[in-house]
């Protein structure tokens, strides 16, 4: 086995990056897991207008990147893996990751959130082929064609306007009347003479699965059943997002979605105890602001708790 690490920060969006360049700082040497999505959320965004320092905005890939080097110019080292597993209930905690076992003294979770699928087994077929949950990513592919965005939220709103700059027309579908994107976005998408926006309105099937391609949906409005064909050739999801904590189940208290409930906003439980030396930060355990700047705020608490345990532990 490896020598015991001081700190090891599961996750590299915004808030395991703040981790990584504090606890670097600190001298901790720590050690990044970049997790299934290297560079969480923000390297999938376009513009971030709201991240203070950035008047004009920041590309979200830029605005990682940037902090990934500020990190490593601090000691800093980073791994593409991820955790299978850990057993919390003995520390120092030895992690079993894709890369090998690992044994640090502290933890921090960061490991985010990933986007909701409708669940349906078309749209399972056909991602890659047409259904996407990531406009930036793929928005590319849909020059000139009518695409369908599913969701009621910021998300949702983003992902279709974005999707103006390469689709002829997009329909956005959400399963209400009332919506809960922030007034600006649903302004701008109503205004858009491209976007069309449907409510009452739910995919009950994505079609093309034969065809290895999606040649359109199968929607139902909820208010009287009707149910309708929409020809498009792209779907996207903008219906939130689950966080990535299952891992944890039966040794951190979570909430019924599966967040991880934090005390004094970092520290994790275990049945209402402290668990020593693990935290969590950034959107796993934020079902409630979940923004670049708030989670780069509680990456910023959860270091300083890792450092201030590992000081009275004698580290
Ligand atoms: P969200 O606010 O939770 O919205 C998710 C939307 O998807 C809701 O309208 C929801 O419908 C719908 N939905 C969920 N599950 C569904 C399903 N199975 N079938 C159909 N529809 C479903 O999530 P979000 O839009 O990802 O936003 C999350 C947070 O990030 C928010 O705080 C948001 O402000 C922020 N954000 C900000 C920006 C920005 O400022 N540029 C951009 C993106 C996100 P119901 O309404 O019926 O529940």
């Given at each position: 086995m490896s020598e015991t690490r001081d700190t090891v920060i599961l996750g590299s969006g915004c808030a395991g990056l703040t981790a990584a360049i504090y606890t670097g700082r600190a001298g901790l040497n720590p050690l990044v897991?970049?997790?299934?999505?290297?560079?969480?959320?923000l390297s999938i965004t376009?513009?971030?207008?709201?991240?203070?320092?950035?008047p004009e905005g920041i590309q979200g890939p830029e605005l990682i990147d940037n902090m990934k080097k500020q990190a490593a110019k601090f000691g800093a080292t980073f791994q593409l893996a991820h955790l299978?597993?850990?057993?919390?209930?003995?520390?120092?905690y030895t992690l079993q990751t894709s890369a090998g076992e690992i044994c640090t003294r502290t933890l921090i979770v960061a490991s985010g959130a990933s986007a909701r699928w409708l669940g349906l087994p078309s749209e399972q077929a056909l991602i890659g082929h047409g259904v996407s949950s990531c406009a930036t990513c793929d928005?590319?592919?849909?020059?000139?064609r009518e695409i369908a965005v599913v969701g009621g939220g910021d998300s949702a709103m983003e992902e279709a306007l974005f999707l103006t700059r390469f689709a002829s027309k997009v329909t956005l579908l959400h399963?209400?009347?009332?919506?809960?994107?922030s007034k600006i976005m649903l302004e701008r998408a109503i205004a858009h003479p491209n976007i069309e926006l449907r409510t009452n309105t739910v995919v009950e099937e994505v079609l093309g699965v034969a065809e290895q391609e999606v040649r359109g949906l199968r929607l139902?409005?909820?208010?009287?059943?009707n149910v309708t064909t929409l020809p498009v050739s792209g779907l996207f999801l903008g219906i939130g997002h689950e966080p990535?904590?299952?891992?944890f189940h039966g040794q951190m208290d979570l909430d019924a979605d599966g967040y991880i409930r934090t005390k004094d906003n970092v520290l994790t439980t275990h049945n209402g105890v402290v668990v020593p030396g693990v935290y969590a930060c950034g959107d796993v355990q934020d079902r409630?602001?979940?923004q670049a700047i708030t989670a780069a705020g509680s990456g910023c608490m959860a270091a300083l708790e890792a450092e201030k345990f590992l000081e009275e532990h004698g580290h």
């Open positions: 897991l970049e997790g299934h999505e290297p560079g969480g959320q376009t513009l971030v207008e709201n991240f203070p320092g950035w299978n597993s850990v057993d919390l209930s003995k520390h120092p928005g590319f592919f849909f020059r000139g399963r209400r009347d009332a919506f809960r994107a139902r409005d909820v208010t009287n059943g990535n904590a299952k891992m409630r602001y979940r």
